[in-house]
């Protein structure tokens, strides 16, 4: 069946260094892919989605290419902050079917 | 501000208490979603409905009981639940199921049975 698989975390960085986080996925036919964040203590809020090959979704620093040949879809941000201590779940979504990815937890050092 | 809103945001229960969690989407959604989000587990999709019929229970215990009266409005009730249950419950919409539109989540319920 389709799945998702994300890096390991915790991912511990400092201010203003670079992220990236990755995910690949195992799917039939043409998912769409989407990043979620969950800060502490919250829900999950979207954070950018692609539906096709190639795309690139991008929101609040953050960005994601759809790359069918690699089956993956790696998060990156070039200049993190501690704001954007929270963690992050991979997910795709086929058949009406959303499937998420374990999390990678991310925390930024001042 | 995701449209999706949950009560109550925390919630602690007996095994033997019956309670109900709300959800409410204000975003004119046709499917709305119950998963449960467990400590070092991936979210477990438990309930759809589209259109107030339920269309996929994924095996879920019959002491989670889904009521979807209209497609704003989606409640879980609980009765009888283990220590186990204890986890997060977070609730979902989008136009339709069985697409691949995006589901935009509520900030979720956070249960603790005692």
Same mark, same amino acid.
């Given at each position: 069946?389709?799945?998702? +698989? ?10 203003? $260094? ?8 195992? $799917? ?36 994601? +290419? ?24 991979? $997910? ?19 | ?9 925390? &919630?602690? =229960?007996? =095994? ?15 499917? =709305? ?40 409005? &989606? ?35 956070? &249960?603790?049975?005692?």
């Amino acid at each position: 069946g389709d799945s998702v +698989t994300q890096m390991e975390g915790p991912v511990t960085l400092s201010e203003e $260094a670079f992220l990236t986080i990755n995910c690949t996925y195992t $799917a039939t036919g043409y998912p769409s892919l989407f990043w979620y964040v969950q800060y502490p203590g919250e829900g999950l809020q979207l954070l950018l989605k692609a539906t096709k090959a190639d795309d690139k979704g991008s929101n609040k620093g953050f960005e994601a +290419t759809y790359r069918k040949e690699t089956t993956s879809f790696h998060l990156e941000k070039g200049s993190v902050q501690v704001s954007d201590s929270a963690v992050y779940f991979c $997910a795709l979504i086929n058949t009406g079917k959303l499937i998420f990815g374990q999390g990678t937890t991310l925390q930024v050092k001042p | 501000e995701t449209g999706v809103t949950q009560t109550p945001r925390h &919630l602690v =229960m007996g =095994m033997t208490n019956k309670k109900s969690l709300k959800c409410e989407q204000h975003l004119g959604h046709n499917a =709305m979603y119950w998963y449960k989000q467990s400590a070092k587990k991936p979210l477990e999709l438990m309930f759809v409905y589209s259109l107030e019929e339920r269309v996929e229970n994924n095996s879920v215990p019959s002491r989670f009981s889904p009521e979807c009266p209209n497609s704003s409005h &989606l409640f879980l009730h609980l009765h009888t639940l283990q220590p186990e249950d204890s986890a997060l419950y977070l609730c979902a919409s989008s136009p339709t199921s069985g697409g691949e539109e995006t589901q935009y989540f509520g900030p979720g319920t956070r &249960l603790l049975v005692l």
